[in-house]
């Protein structure tokens, strides 16, 4: 961090001591954050419409930061550092989540009422959920598509589908220990979705077989279970919250809103961990 920080103010450059002449509002930019809440209509539900979305898309970059940074103490074998930032995302989780409650206090009346005023945006549209899924082994190249007219928001998602997700990493930290993983799985273009393997599995289970032997691993694996616990929990407020306002009736955008968000309920980033608990 600079002692400094360069502004403009009425179109000239000013540089402000950070150590003496830093405003707490300053610091944080609240001008533009407190200022962002640009509604589309007269209605006095858009503003907390928009703030709603809006803390959730700050949570979901800290969130992106703290999964990415997991990934490289995994790929060190740093565990323990990993494990803090992991349990940091899920208490974030659990805010994003708490947010659904807020959003519900919303009737379907109060929605209609500057709904058409959305236009065609709608949180189907959120590249920082598709970051967060690439991140946790969801890869979908065709999202990269929807946003090849904006080159910094395209050059963040690629970025982040080039880099291996953090079942990725796992997997392959757990092949280090010395288990016997499939090589195809420690080879394969992780830019694709991830497919369940046995050999994957078999290392898992035993793991969760011999956790005094293993306990690191074995604690990583349960970290990873809480993360993607807490991920069907939004997966589920966000589908009910939707269907509670709107019902079945297609979202903003052209989205198949409840239809689709109740489909992926049940999909699995990390289905080998779930699996073996049926079979220990």
């Keep these: 961090m600079t002692d400094y920080q360069d502004h403009t103010l009425d179109g000239e450059e000013v540089k402000t001591d950070f150590t003496k002449d830093m405003t707490y509002s300053e610091y944080l930019n609240l001008e533009q954050i407190l200022f962002a809440q640009d509604t589309m209509s007269e209605e006095h539900d858009e503003t907390l419409f928009i703030i709603i979305h809006q803390v959730t898309e700050l949570w979901m970059k800290l969130i992106i930061h703290e999964m990415n940074s997991a990934i490289k103490d ?46 065609n945006a709608s949180g189907f549209q959120s590249y920082q959920n598709r970051m967060m899924e690439f991140s946790l082994g969801y890869k979908t190249t065709h999202a990269l598509k929807i946003y090849e007219k904006d080159p910094i928001i395209h050059a963040k998602l690629k970025k982040q589908i080039m880099t291996p997700s953090i079942y990725d990493e796992a997997i392959r930290a757990v092949d280090r220990a010395g288990f016997n993983i499939d090589k195809k799985v420690l080879e394969r273009d992780v830019m694709e979705k991830y497919v369940p393997d046995p050999s994957v599995k078999e290392a898992f289970k035993q793991i969760y077989l011999n956790t005094e032997d293993y306990f690191e691993l074995y604690e990583m694996l349960e970290k990873l279970v809480d993360v993607e616990d807490l991920y069907s929990q939004w997966r589920f407020r966000h589908m009910k919250t939707v269907e509670r306002i709107i019902g079945f009736k297609k979202g903003t955008g052209g989205s198949s809103g409840v239809n689709y968000l109740k489909r992926v309920i049940d999909d699995y980033f990390f289905e080998e961990l779930w699996e073996l608990r049926t079979e220990l």
């Design 74 to 119: 995994i790929m060190a074998d740093n565990f323990r550092e990993s494990f803090k930032k992991l349990a940091r995302v899920t208490n974030i989780q659990r805010q994003i989540i708490a947010a659904w409650d807020v959003l519900s206090t919303m009737t379907p009346s109060d929605y209609l009422k500057f709904r058409d005023a959305l236009g």
